[in-house]
């Protein structure tokens, strides 16, 4: 009768352990899944002049809803003055020659601030610093 308990406790036990590997596994699996279901791929390039600038080129995977003021400081280094963006990884805009950063969204001129912008899938930003 003692060993008839001890293998059924065992059992139980074995059994409660597998049970709980299995959930955690589906978890984690659940977690990797809405990770790459909320994410999106976006393009960003920058010219200067007409001139793109390659090494500034990036194709990037964001967060779904992403903001492209908050994406750009985080992969460039951004100089701003009230959310309007003044310098692109050195490439400063110049008043007096009256050239400044503008930004298309997929071809056509961005509607929005970059702070308002909130970027979608397969989005291509172009960033250009030319005479206005």
């Given at each position: 009768m003692k060993k008839?308990l001890?293998l059924?406790?065992?059992?139980l036990?074995l059994t ?10 589906s978890s984690?699996?659940?977690a ?12 960003i390039?920058v010219?200067v ?9 990036k194709t990037?995977?964001?967060e779904?809803g992403a ?14 003055t009230?959310t ?12 007096a020659?009256?050239?400044y ?6 071809g056509?001129m ?8 909130e ?5 291509v ?5 030319e005479?206005n």
């Amino acid at each position: 009768m003692k060993k008839f308990l001890a293998l059924l406790a065992a059992g139980l036990v074995l059994t409660g352990c597998s049970t709980t590997d299995t959930a955690v596994e589906s978890s984690s699996e659940a977690a990797v899944s809405s990770v790459v279901e909320e994410s999106i791929s976006v393009t960003i390039q920058v010219s200067v002049d007409g001139e793109g600038v390659e090494d500034l080129t990036k194709t990037l995977e964001v967060e779904k809803g992403a903001i492209l003021l908050d994406v750009m400081k985080q992969h460039y280094e951004i100089e701003e003055t009230d959310t309007f963006v003044n310098t692109i990884n050195g490439y400063k805009q110049d008043d007096a020659n009256k050239k400044y950063w503008l930004f298309d969204v997929n071809g056509k001129m961005g509607m929005k601030g970059a702070n308002e912008t909130e970027l979608q899938e397969g989005d291509v930003i172009e960033w250009k610093l030319e005479k206005n």
